[in-house]
C-alpha cells in the first residue's frame, strides 16, 4: 500500500465511523441490493480474483461473501475502528487504514472493485478523479460494483445516524455518465428506496450500479473461462467421459425422489423472455414450469419414448419436436432463451450441442441468455458414481464441472460473455425408516439411474450399499444432488 500522506478531510470522513463501529453493521448491512450486487460479482468471478473492496466497513458483508466465493479481497477504510473490526470478521481478506485517493494508480491491476457508499465525503472533482481511476485500474473485463446515496448537493452538512457530517453527490443519471465518460460499460443500475431502522433517520435513496470494462480484443470461438468454484474440482481431466445410458424407467423412480430446487432456480431467470425451448425435455418438469411461467415453451427430446411421454401429458403451451441435442431442428436466432437441465453428460459431443443452444438463440433479444444446470462439485450422486460405480465398470469418471467449463467456453465464443454460475440444491429423499431400509432404496434407484441391464443393476446395488449404509447412518435421509446453474447472456450495450 502507499504511505502518501492522507488527504485532510480523511479525518472528518473517519470520525462518524469510528464513533458508530457496529451500529453500522446492524443499520446496513443487510440490504437486499447490496447481497443481489455481491451475489453478481461472486457468481461471475474466478477463484483467486483480486477485488479491492473501497470502503470495506467492518467487513461484512462484501468482504465476507467475496472472500467466501475464492476471492482474493483487499479492504481499505478511513476508519480505524472499521479496519479492526473488519480484521476480525473476516481474516482471509488484507485491511488497510486508507484514503482511496492514497492508492497508486496500477491500470488493470484488480479483476473486481466494489465500493458501497463510500464515496459520499469528498469534494466532487475527487469523486470524479476516483470513479475515472477506479475504471482505469480494472483488469479488461473487470466488473465494478457500486452504490451510493444519488443527491444534487456538494459539501452539504447534514445529520447522519447522529452524526454530522458534510457530503457530497450528484443525481444518478451523472453517475451514469461518469462511468461511461471513463469506459466502463453499464450492466445494471437501479434505484430504491431504504428506510434506516435507526432513531431519527429518514427514508434513502439508494442507486446501485454494475459495470464493467470491455476487452479490447474480439473474443475467439473457444474463449478461455478463468476458473471458477462451482466448475471444480481441478484440474480438468483433457476429455469428457462418454456419454451416459438413461434408462427411462430408472430416470422415472429417481424423479420421483427428487426435491428439485433447480427448477425454480431456473424459471425464475425467464422473466423478460416469451419464446424458449428447453433442449431434454426428459419427464416434462422444467417445460411445464416453464410453459406455466411464461405462456409456452418449445422442448427437443432425442428418445421417442420421452418424446410420447411428453406428449401424453398434454401441457398447456408446450410444443415437442423430435431431435438431438448436437442438430436442434430449430432455425437460427429463433428464440429469446434456451435452457438445458442435466442433459450435458448424456450427449455424444458437448461442445456441438452448446454450440447449437447459441446457434438458436437471438442475441440481439434483451432478455437473451442460455441457461444450463449440470452437477456441483460437491455432489454426493455424482460421487458415489466416481467413487464406487465408474471404477467397478472400468468407466472414465464424470466431471460436471469441466463439462460446464466447456459450455462456457463456447457460449462466451459466440457472443455470450457474461457468464455467471449459481449453486441450485437438489435433493434425493429417502423416508424409509431405517438405515438399511434407505440405504437399499437409495442403491436401487441410482443403479436403475445408471444401468439397463439387469445383472450389472444388481452389481452396482451389491457395491453401492456399504457407502449408502455408512451415509445414512449418520442421521440422514436424503443424497445431495446440487447442481450449478450457467447463465450465460450478452453484455448489455
Known sequence: MDTTAAPLDSQNAARPFDALGMTYEHTYSHLPEQLEALEWLAARLPAGAAVLDIGSGTGRPAAERLTAAGCAVTGIDVSATMVELARAHVPGATFAQLDVRQLPDRPGSWDAVCAFFPLLQMSRADLDATLARIACWLAPGGLFAFATVPFDAENTEIEWMGQRVRATSYPAETYLE??????????????STFHPQYPGMDAEEHLFIYARRPHQEPVPAHAAVPAHPLTGPYPHPRAHARPHPLPQDGWLAFEERLDRGDIDAVVRQLDGNTHVADIGGGSGALVRAIAARVGSCLTVEPH??????????????????????????????????????????????????????????????????????????????????????????????????????????????????????????????????????????????????????????????????????????????????????????????
Open 178 to 191: 461518469r462511468l461511461r465518460d471513463a469506459g466502463l460499460q453499464i450492466v445494471h443500475h437501479s434505484l
Open 304 to 493: 421417442a419414448d420421452r418424446e410420447d411421454a411428453i406428449r401424453g401429458l398434454n401441457l398447456p403451451g408446450v410444443r415437442v419436436l423430435a431431435g438431438s441435442a448436437e442438430s436442434l431442428p430449430l432455425q437460427d436466432a429463433s428464440v429469446e432463451a434456451v435452457t438445458a437441465a442435466w442433459i450435458l453428460h448424456y450427449c455424444d459431443d458437448p461442445d456441438t450441442a452448446v454450440a447449437e443452444m447459441a446457434r438458436i438463440l437471438d442475441r440481439s433479444h434483451p432478455h437473451a441468455k442460455a441457461i444450463l444446470v449440470q452437477g456441483a462439485p460437491d455432489n454426493q450422486v455424482v460421487g458415489l458414481w466416481n467413487q464406487v460405480c465408474a471404477p467397478l465398470l472400468g468407466l472414465q469418471p464424470d466431471h460436471q464441472g469441466f463439462l460446464l467449463t466447456r459450455a462456457a467456453r463456447v457460449l462466451a465464443g459466440r457472443g455470450l460473455q457474461d457468464i455467471a454460475f449459481h449453486r441450485v440444491r437438489v435433493r434425493l429423499r429417502f423416508p424409509e425408516q431405517e438405515v438399511t431400509g434407505k440405504a437399499h432404496a437409495a442403491a436401487d434407484v441410482l443403479a436403475g439411474l445408471w444401468e439397463a441391464d439387469a445383472a450389472e443393476r444388481r452389481r452396482l446395488h451389491e457395491a453401492l450399499l456399504p457407502s449408502l449404509a455408512e451415509h445414512f447412518a449418520g442421521g440422514t435421509d436424503e443424497l445431495s444432488d446440487d447442481g450449478v446453474m450457467l447463465i450465460a447472456r450478452p453484455w448489455a450495450a
